[in-house]
DNA sequence: CATTAATAATGAGGCATACTCAGTGACTAT
DNA sequence: ATAGTCACTGAGTATGCCTCATTATTAATG
């Protein structure tokens, strides 16, 4: 049956693949041999140039997996609708947690970017990534949760950025993970919250204003 | 003379490493033959081994030189004795504008922290860079203009990784230099700020004080 | 200035390794 | 059973990093 032979080259392809995600997550790019590529996934080394062209589209093929494997668990973390804040700290986690965990493929990744050619490309599974980021700071303002008046490409590199430099920073320190990295950006990103003082029509929200007033009488009484 | 003996070596050194900084960034550093950084630094292939063990610590040597130039802008950047939110434009600016130039070199940074053997290391320039950011945050803690609660060290994340991440948004968008991104990290910033309510010894800030009043009042006239 | 010693530079060749390809096997269809 | 197609193999080739015996240059010495 040709399917069941179809299913034995995917599986081949994916062994390759394996083989090599785990080599040069482990020693690096440079660190690793084909000829070990080839050994740990059981083929001979002629075998993997008939699924990659080169060493480069391997290393390709490894980043993208990575961050199409990522993309689906950021996409998991953002379906429910909670409120934004919670739906923010979750992907806030999961992405930090995920940078760390897989340092140092993320740091290969820049160097996937650069087809010996020329210009520095985006690979097109990590422009998927980043659009679960901008997919969430949408919403916030579809929602009137955030303010309108800032791009969103700029509220994401906020939140983006950041993380991914903490990740690193917290990794070269070998400290595993800090949650107060996220509840500080959280915090930080109140000042794209929009304020809402409470209306007429917005019946509901006595208790809001009160609660409002007091809190400009307490810091006016400061002076 | 010994003396311009020296001299001469190191304008040797220099040649090369300047040769191979040029490559690098032009062509990728594997897209860079080792015989055409001795051509172009008009030596031959074995004399780039005096001075240089092998390409990945040329590599380095490129890279460290980079952040040190680096570092020498950023602290001019800051010298002056302005106001934080001035001196972080400032920074941010430098900043924002050097990443964009030279962009490759900066993609290059983290192949440089891999070294075949293990783990990735930080290396000293890039540590000395990131202090200046630190610096500037820790005076404004110290003048009273930054709160204390947040660790210096994820006020420097924030910054750093936001126009880091900005900078690789816009050079993949062949867009140069874009402004608008610090003015939002910095009226991201303010949360950061301490809100000064006027004390009653602080005789000079009557105006101020009417000032916040009035918006108090408006936010108030609002519902 | 001649001679020797020390230091710097050279580039042909060694060597590791990414990649090729002619040959072999395995599976399918008739 | 036979021919034809497709996947696989691994010895061999090409490339590019790096070494090292040799040569050139500078410094030291009498």
Redesign the pocket.
Known sequence: ??DT?RQ??EA?EEAILAAAASLFSESGVDGT???EIARKAD?????V??YYK???ELLEAVVDRFWRELTKGAKAAVTSNAPLSQQLTELASYHLHSLIDDFKIVEITSRARQRHGEPGRQLPQIREYVRVFDLIMQRGIASGELEASTPVWQMRDVFYGTLEHSARTLVLREQPFDGSVIDNLLSLFDGYRLKHYPTKQDSGSKQAALELLQQLESEISRW
Chains 1, 2 share one sequence.
């Open positions: 049956m040709g032979q034995r080259l081949r041999r084909m000829a083929v001979a080394e002629g075998t140039y008939l080169n060493k480069h």
